[in-house]
C-alpha cells in the first residue's frame, strides 16, 4: 500500500503529464499506455497532510472509564485527482480488527463519483463503545476504509486502504499503601543504658488505596517483614484486615505498631527497615499490587553522645568559621548563624534545619547554639545534632528535649567525633529564630 498524504501528489501527477507533453517536439511520441489520467486517493477526513492512517492511545482514568486521544470512527474520502470524463464506480468495506462486524456501520458500500465530480466521503462508525470500553484485556483495535474494486476512466488507486488504529490498555487495578506521610516513614529512638529513651510508639497510620473501582469486594489483610522471628508478635495491625467494597477505592485507617523489644536486643547502634505489605482476595482477577505498594518502616536505634551543660568548657577552642558555608529551611541567608552577630538570624517557624559546612573534617568536641539577641524566647524545645563525611548520609548523634529554655545551648560530645558537615534540627512550641552555631574542638 502507498501512504499518499497530501493533495498535492494529484497535482503533481497532473503537472509532471503536462510538463512531459510540453517538452516534446511534435514528430516526438509519447508513451502514456498504462499511466493513469484518474489518479484515486484514500485519506480520513479532518486530519492534517490528509493521511491515510492514525493511531491513538486509550487509558483508563481513575474512575475506571476509558479516556482515548481520537475517535476510532471516522470519515473517509475518496478523492480523484481530476475530474473524469466518466462516471467512476467504487466498491467498498471495512477494515475491521478486534471489533465485531456487527458492531460497524459503514454509510455505503457501493457508489459512483458522477463525470465532472471529484470527491466522495464515506463513514465507518463503531456503534457500540462499549465493547471497547467493557474489555478489560490490553487489546489494538482497527476500524478503516478499504477499497475492493473500482472502474471508470483510466483509474488507479495511490492507496487502497486507510484505518485508525486505537492501541487500548489492560484494565489493571493497582493496590498500594499510603499514609499521610506517604510510603516511607522514619523513626529515631535513642538508646541509653539498656532503654529507649521516650514513651512515644513506633505507629503509622495508612489506608489501601486502589487506582480505579473493583468490581469485586477486595479484602486485605497485612504482614510485617525486617524483623527477627522471635519479635514477629510485637507488631499490631488495627484493623488486621479491611474490605474494599466493589466499586470503591480507599479502606478506612489501619494503624500499624511495634513494641520498643527488638531495639533492646543489642546496646550498639543500627538502622533497621521494616516493611509492610499487603495480599488480598478478590473475585475480580485485575486486582494487583502495585510496584510501589508497600510501606517502609525506617527505624534508626543511635547511642546518645550528647549532653547539654551549662558553658563552653576551658579545654575548648572554636574553630575558625570564616570560610565555612551554611544552608537551612528558611527564606534567610544561611551565612547569618555564622558572621558573629547575634541581630543576623535564620529561622521565622516552629520548626528548623540548618546545615553547616566546615570544607574540612574536625573533630567535634561541642556546640553552642544561640537564639536572636540571645533570647529564650526565640530558643526550641527539642534539638537534633546529626553528623556526615558527604553532606548526604547522616549519622544522629544525639536529641535533646530542652525543658527549660535559655538563649544559649552548650552541646557537649560524649566523645570526640570526627566529620566535615553538621545538621541540626530544631523544633519549638513557638517561633525559633537561630542566630548563631559556634563549633569547638579540645
Not at 72 to 89: F, G, N
Not at 180 to 186: A, F, K, L, Q, T
Request: glycine residues 8%; negative net charge; hydrophobic residues 35%.
Amino acid at each position: 500500500m502507498k501512504n499518499i498524504q497530501n493533495h498535492s501528489i494529484f497535482y503533481s501527477v497532473a503537472l509532471s503529464v503536462s510538463i512531459l507533453l510540453g517538452a516534446c517536439m511534435e514528430d516526438e511520441k509519447v508513451h502514456l499506455a498504462g499511466y493513469p489520467d484518474t489518479p484515486v486517493l484514500l485519506y480520513i477526513s479532518g486530519l492534517e497532510n490528509n493521511a491515510a492512517s492514525a493511531e491513538f492511545k486509550a487509558t483508563y482514568d481513575g474512575n475506571g472509564d476509558l479516556v482515548t486521544t481520537g475517535d476510532i470512527s471516522r470519515t473517509y474520502v475518496v478523492k480523484l485527482a481530476t475530474p473524469s470524463p466518466e462516471d467512476t464506480h467504487f466498491v467498498v468495506e471495512p477494515v475491521i480488527e478486534n471489533i465485531p462486524e456487527d458492531k460497524v456501520s459503514i454509510s455505503e458500500t457501493k457508489f459512483t463519483i458522477p463525470a465532472g465530480f471529484t470527491t466522495r466521503e464515506i463513514t465507518v462508525e463503531l456503534t457500540d463503545p462499549s465493547v471497547v470500553e467493557t474489555d478489560p484485556e490490553e487489546k489494538t483495535y482497527q476500524l478503516g476504509l478499504r477499497i475492493v474494486s473500482m472502474g471508470g476512466y483510466k483509474t488507479a488507486a495511490f492507496n487502497s486502504e486507510a484505518k485508525v488504529t486505537l492501541v487500548k490498555e489492560a484494565y489493571i487495578v493497582n493496590l498500594s499503601l499510603s499514609g499521610d506521610e506517604g510510603r516511607s516513614v522514619n523513626f529515631t529512638r535513642e538508646y541509653d543504658g539498656g532503654i529507649i529513651v521516650g514513651t512515644d510508639p513506633i505507629e503509622y497510620t495508612f489506608r489501601v488505596y486502589l487506582d480505579k473501582p473493583a468490581e469485586s469486594d477486595v479484602t486485605v489483610r497485612f504482614t510485617t517483614t525486617g524483623l527477627s522471628q522471635q519479635f514477629a508478635g510485637d507488631v499490631t495491625v488495627t484493623p488486621a484486615e479491611v474490605v474494599i467494597p466493589a466499586g470503591d477505592k480507599v479502606s478506612e485507617d489501619i494503624t500499624w505498631t511495634v513494641t520498643d523489644d527488638f531495639l533492646l536486643a543489642g546496646s550498639t547502634a543500627e538502622d533497621f527497615i521494616l516493611e509492610i505489605t499487603p495480599s488480598f482476595t478478590t473475585d475480580d482477577h485485575r486486582v494487583v499490587v502495585a510496584e510501589e505498594g508497600t510501606i517502609v518502616i525506617n527505624v534508626s536505634k543511635f547511642i546518645n553522645l550528647v549532653d547539654i551543660i551549662s558553658a563552653v568548657e576551658a579545654e575548648w577552642t572554636m574553630f575558625d568559621r570564616s570560610d565555612w558555608t551554611a544552608d537551612n529551611s528558611s527564606s534567610y541567608s544561611g551565612s547569618a548563624i555564622l558572621d558573629g552577630s547575634l541581630t543576623t538570624d535564620i529561622g521565622g517557624g516552629r520548626t528548623l534545619w540548618a546545615t553547616i559546612d566546615m570544607k574540612e573534617k574536625k573533630d567535634i568536641a561541642g556546640i553552642v547554639t544561640r537564639s536572636y539577641n540571645n533570647s529564650a524566647s526565640y530558643s526550641p524545645n527539642v534539638v537534633g545534632i546529626y553528623v556526615s563525611d558527604d553532606g548526604e548520609t547522616w549519622k544522629v548523634l544525639g536529641i535533646k528535649e530542652i525543658t527549660t529554655k535559655t538563649g544559649s545551648y552548650y552541646f557537649k560530645l560524649k566523645e570526640t567525633v570526627s566529620a566535615q558537615y553538621i545538621m541540626l534540627d530544631m523544633t519549638s512550641t513557638s517561633t525559633i529564630y537561630l542566630a548563631e552555631v559556634e563549633v569547638y574542638g579540645n
